[in-house]
């Protein structure tokens, strides 16, 4: 192999295998047995197969560690099982930590993305908090008025009960819907996804309703896909998303903002999960 020169097609394919062996080492590595929150997401790429082009779903997952530290899981590619890819790649993160522990290592996902990472989530047993709602309404908005339905919409899931939080979606409908009907529309239709929230304390909610962490690496990766408007492969795909990566976590050195609050909220309320 010659460095400093022109690479060969059979130089590339090795330092693509070889890059390759890291994905595989990567994505079977042992995990943590516990992360108390998973946040899943996923990217929409165009790769060519079979002399087609297909829109395929990467689904990321980013587990928070008990120490509060951003631990990305896994990614998997899939065309139109999405439900089936995740589970599958969820049940590896459960299993590939301590083998006596019985249940998902986490407890609380904030879900944005599709309607089959629900579904994939609701087969788990998993507790869901629709955390998308809010950006996804504001699609709807005319610019001039984003802050002030913004701010209408804070009042619903920042509310300290269920019973306040649909009073304030009675008031937000009341309000927006001549003009964005799908806004309250869209908050009812996924309301089970959202009164979940309710159940803990402000000081919690605010850890786990944002969703920085995992729009912060999806940021990062759309960036790097722009220079690629087809990927030749699936494992091409693989490839330069795990050396993106790679560059991300470097620069996780800190845990989650308030999660020390978090953490002993958490060890009181799922005791049980803690003794293993």
Request: charged fraction near 25%.
């Amino acid at each position: 192999m010659v460095w400093g020169g022109s690479i060969t097609d059979a130089d590339a394919r090795v330092l693509t295998e070889a890059v390759m062996d890291e994905v595989r080492q990567w994505q079977n590595r042992p995990l943590e047995s516990l992360y108390p929150i998973m946040y899943v997401d996923c990217l929409v790429i165009k790769i060519r197969e079979n002399q087609r082009i297909l829109n395929k779903a990467v689904y990321l997952v980013l587990g928070i560690t008990l120490e509060g530290q951003k631990e990305l899981l896994g990614m998997w590619i899939s065309e139109n099982e999405g439900a089936r890819i995740l589970a599958f790649g969820l049940h590896r993160a459960a299993q590939s930590g301590d083998a006596q522990i019985a249940f998902l290592p986490a407890w609380m996902a904030s879900l944005d993305c599709q309607r089959p990472l629900v579904r994939s989530l609701d087969i788990l047993k998993f507790n869901c908090v629709w955390s998308s709602l809010l950006r996804n309404s504001l699609k709807y908005v005319n610019y001039k008025q984003r802050a002030e339905v913004a701010k209408d919409l804070k009042a619903i899931y920042s509310a300290a009960t269920e019973a306040e939080a649909e009073f304030q979606l009675e008031l937000f409908a009341e309000k927006w819907d001549k003009q964005y009907p799908a806004i309250s529309k869209s908050w009812r239709a996924h309301w089970t996804r959202v009164i979940p929230l309710f159940a803990f304390p402000e000081e919690i909610r605010r850890v786990i309703y944002t969703t920085n962490a995992i729009e912060s690496v999806n940021s990062t990766l759309r960036k790097v896909t722009q220079n690629h408007r087809i990927f030749p492969s699936d494992e091409a795909v693989y490839k330069v998303l795990y050396l993106a990566i790679q560059n991300i976590t470097k620069k996780w050195t800190m845990p989650i903002h308030n999660w020390k609050a978090a953490l002993n909220w958490f060890v009181v309320e799922f005791a049980e999960r803690f003794q293993h």
